[in-house]
T-cell receptor
Framework: EDQVTQSPEALRLQEGESSSLNCSYTVSGLRGLFWYRQDPGKGPEFLFTLYSAGEEKEKERLKATLTKKESFLHITAPKPEDSATYLCAVIDNNDMRFGAGTRLTVKP | ETGVTQTPRHLVMGMTNKKSLKCEQHLGHNAMYWYKQSAKKPLELMFVYSLEERVENNSVPSRFSPECPNSSHLFLHLHTLQPEDSALYLC??????????????FGSGTQLSVL
């Protein structure tokens, strides 16, 4: 069965400590991999879409990369305001299938 | 006005109550969705509407009943729910459904507690 797996489940970083979040997927015929950010008490907010292996996109301290089997969300020199749950999703039979997310906490 | 608005933000109901969740999108989109989000679990797609027609129902129990009167409004009618239905219910919209590349715009959700 097609699925999306995110790791780690939770990540605690010190401010300025760079790290990466992983999203592995098993879907036949990738039509788009999406990253969203979700703050407590709010709905997910779109960050990036990646379509093909080798593609990269950046936004402030975040950079998303894509291979044939997984995507990474790299966070460079994070700040406390980057604390949130990060969700990835892929298109599966016209519908968006989500992973369970990585809960990121950045301590000052 | 924010893109996708959901009301109420919080709802507590007994198992015998009937209530409705409301969603309104101000983005001119043609597709709307209901998702269920439980703690530490992936978002679960419940219903999809495209141009006001239901295109998908992912084996959702009949105690959940959606309604889409027009392309801007979406409702989720609830009756005789179970405690395990307690979750965050998220509404989303996209430009269209089925193209394969449309990003979703989410509301802030309704946090539902069933006692």
């Amino acid at each position: 069965e097609d699925q999306v797996t995110q790791s780690p489940e939770a990540l605690r970083l010190q401010e300025g400590e760079s790290s990466s979040l992983n999203c592995s997927y098993t879907v036949s015929g990738l039509r788009g991999l999406f990253w969203y950010r979700q703050d407590p008490g709010k709905g997910p907010e779109f960050l990036f879409t990646l379509y093909s292996a080798g593609e990269e996109k950046e936004k402030e301290r975040l950079k998303a990369t894509l291979t044939k089997k997984e995507s990474f969300l790299h966070i460079t020199a994070p700040k406390p305001e980057d604390s949130a749950t990060y969700l990835c999703a892929v298109i599966d039979n016209n519908d968006m299938r989500f992973g369970a997310g990585t809960r990121l906490t950045v301590k000052p | 006005e924010t893109g996708v608005t959901q009301t109420p933000r919080h709802l507590v109901m007994g198992m015998t109550n009937k209530k409705s969740l409301k969603c309104e999108q101000h983005l001119g989109h043609n597709a709307m969705y209901w998702y269920k989000q439980s703690a530490k679990k992936p978002l679960e797609l419940m219903f999809v509407y495209s141009l006001e027609e239901r295109v998908e129902n992912n084996s959702v129990p009949s105690r959940f009943s959606p309604e889409c009167p027009n392309s801007s409004h979406l409702f989720l009618h609830l009756h005789t729910l179970q405690p395990e239905d307690s979750a965050l219910y998220l509404c989303a919209s996209s430009q269209s459904h089925g193209g394969g590349s449309e990003k979703l715009f989410f509301g802030s959700g309704t946090q539902l507690s069933v006692l």
